[in-house]
């Protein structure tokens, strides 16, 4: 317990407060056991009052004229897919705007890459604009010193940014709509969007700050009609990645872990399909990697946390080492014999991935490639594992996993050292046409 300034005594969840609970097998079993059997079933998120469909309220909204809504158009040639309670979600395919990941480009920058080579082979329409901030949503859920009118304006900036960015090129306003990359940012948005659909007084607030910022329309707040991640834009696309498959996946055993900030916040705008693990777990991710022709193999602790946690990686990281270790890569090991561990978030992939090595010092001696699901599918379809997947970048050993995948890495391992040679003397390359980060001011050429 700590004390507050007036002496209340309050439980902050982290620090000394932490102790062992000191089950013994069989307890520590009874209760695993009931998790395991409360949460495999998506039932247990259905069983209980009908959510609210926010979007009811955002087109009420809209039609009292108090806000303004970017809508998802024929253009961005959408496709229909099913959340937790069976309610339709639109995901567009093409036309997309980049919210890049700050802990993505800082930590796992094979992350991005891979989305966009994808995007490329695919020939998907994009723009990955510089004039973006981070989401402050670790700050957040982290420390406790963000407050929600400094998020909503936050993100209400940046999706305006969206709507506008193709101005610049000769669009219309509207033209790009905005792909989430990051699972926090995600979650976050979601969550944000609902406070200011539900709560007048937030609108009115932070109102006045965008007018300040000239970030509104027709003297508007902009909703977004859907906040997308980027895993949902490959489950919508897994059979479309598919088609440009060159390695054979068949042996290949993934175990997947669900990131918390894409489904268990807000969680019925999550995706569920009947066709994937008999629409009891959130499809994305699974069903990429099923339709890439990998075998996706359950594990006991699929439901839990990477360990990340946020308030956990700042004052108490050896809970996150332990946990991610003793939950989820020791768990997939032993049970699944996983090749790999898949992830769709950011937090995730760099803990799951990074604190392996750890481990070592106290004898903890298990090794499993993590990669994002996006790097997953690069690499399947002929990505180069240094240049695009950069999975230099990886703490945990992933040449196993790219031998049985048919990759030689050695052979692309020697081929990107010669890059890097080029690259300091001045001969890079880009991953697309460099004007495609630039929306106005000094630079910006129209492309002919």
């Known amino acids: ?40 079933k998506r039932s247990m998120l259905t069983n209980k009052d009908r959510v609210e469909d926010i979007r009811d309220v955002m087109w009420q909204l809209e039609k009292d004229g108090e806000i303004a809504v970017h809508r ?14 069976g309610w ?118 932070v109102k006045k700050i965008l007018g300040k910022l000239g970030r509104l329309v027709d003297g508007k707040l902009l909703i977004p009609e859907e906040v997308v991640h980027y895993s949902e834009w490959l489950h919508v696309m897994r059979h479309q990645i598919n088609e440009h498959k060159v390695h054979d996946l068949a042996d290949i055993r993934a175990t997947i872990h669900p990131a918390c900030h894409v489904y268990k916040m807000i969680p019925e705008d999550a995706i569920y399909d009947d066709d994937i693990l008999e629409g009891n777990r959130v499809a994305v991710s699974t069903g990429l990697v099923e339709a890439l022709g990998a075998q996706a193999i359950d594990y006991s602790t699929w439901y839990d946390c990477c360990g990340f946690g946020f308030r956990h990686i700042i004052s ?3 809970f996150t080492r332990s946990f991610a270790i003793d939950r989820k890569i020791k768990v997939a090991v032993e049970e699944a014999q996983a090749d790999v561990m898949i992830g769709h978030d950011t937090g995730c992939i760099t803990t799951l991935d990074k604190n392996q090595w750890i481990g070592q010092a106290v004898d903890k001696n298990v090794e499993l490639a993590v990669v994002a699901d ?6 399947a379809c002929g990505a180069h594992p240094y240049k695009i997947a950069q999975l230099h970048w990886h ?54």
């Not at 007036?6 to 009931?34: C, I, K, M, P, V």
């Not at 036309?95 to 992350?111: D, E, F």
């Open 1 to 40: 317990m700590t004390d507050r300034p007036t002496g209340e005594a309050h439980f902050t969840g982290h620090g000394s407060e932490w102790q062992d609970s000191n089950l013994s097998e069989s307890e520590a079993r009874t209760a695993t056991s009931w998790v395991e059997a409360r949460v495999d």
């Open 72 to 85: 998802i158009h024929d253009t961005h040639e959408p496709m229909i897919t099913k959340t937790l309670f």
């Open 88 to 205: 339709d979600k639109k995901i567009p395919t093409t036309r997309l705007w980049h919210h890049k990941s700050c802990g993505q480009c800082g930590n796992i920058p094979g992350y991005p890459t891979s989305l966009l080579w994808l995007m490329n082979k695919m020939d998907i329409s994009y723009l990955d604009e510089t004039d973006q901030t981070s989401c402050t949503a670790w700050n957040y859920h982290g420390s406790g010193i963000g407050n929600i009118e400094s998020l909503a304006c936050v993100f209400l900036r940046n999706f305006h940014q969206a709507y506008v960015a193709g101005k610049a090129q000769g669009f219309e306003d509207g033209h790009y709509y905005p792909l989430v990359h990051c699972g926090t940012s995600f979650g976050n948005y979601k969550e944000v969007r609902q406070f200011l659909l539900q709560s007048p007084e937030l609108r009115d607030r």
């Open 316 to 318: 108490e990281r050896e």
């Open 374 to 379: 996006c790097q997953f599918a690069a690499l």
């Open 395 to 448: 703490a945990s050993p992933v040449e196993r996993l790219l031998t049985k995948m048919g990759i030689d890495w050695e052979k692309a391992k020697a081929e990107f050292e010669a890059y890097l040679k080029e690259v300091e003397a001045g001969n890079g390359d880009n991953l697309y046409d460099p004007r495609l980060m630039i929306t106005s001011g000094p630079g910006f050429q129209a492309r002919a």
